[in-house]
């Protein structure tokens, strides 16, 4: 017999599953990684109380997010045959482009591990996890102008670093 709670959880998982995994997707860039990362997100989500402070989405993204932040504090090392010298990154509107190119990606993930939080995790969300700046502003609960300038500053501070 279904409680209320399983009825939720199912719901959530037909309604979210291909944003959960899209999000987890562009973090990752590996299916098969994806693919398990998303069932422990509805796994987890299962085991947790959904408080209604944001989305469904959010709520579900934010989970997904620790268990991709999970993932990359076990991965020692990034490699790349390019250079940061190599990378052309001549301004801050450059930088959403830049991750298309997986090496120059990898060279942003690694300015990114030194930079201090909630610019990391801003800069992660809105170019790697494509949230808007209102879900950004709902996981941090803060508003939507915050997310804003968090990753002004945040997208400014990893042009420098490049």
């Not at 959010?58 to 940061?84: G, H, M, P």
Request: charged share 30%; glycine share 2%; aromatic share 12%.
């Amino acid at each position: 017999m279904d409680t209320p709670e399983d009825k939720f959880i199912e719901q959530l998982y037909q309604t979210y599953y291909m944003d959960v995994y899209s999000y987890i997707m562009t973090l990752l860039k590996n299916p098969s990684e994806a693919e398990e990362l998303t069932q422990e997100t509805f796994f987890k989500a299962m085991h947790s109380e959904f408080k209604g402070n944001s989305t469904e989405q959010t709520w579900l993204c934010a989970i997904a997010k620790n268990l991709c932040n999970d993932i990359f504090r076990k991965r020692k090392k990034y490699s790349c045959d390019e250079s940061i010298e190599n990378l052309n990154v001549c301004s801050p509107m450059h930088v959403e482009n830049d991750v298309l190119n997986k090496c120059q990606t990898t060279e942003i993930h690694k300015v990114l591990h030194n930079l201090d939080e909630p610019f990391k995790e801003v800069f992660s969300l809105r170019v790697f996890g494509e949230l808007s700046f209102k879900e950004i502003g709902e996981i941090f609960d803060k508003s939507e102008n915050w997310a804003r300038v968090t990753y002004h500053r945040s997208k400014l501070k990893v042009t420098e670093k490049l």
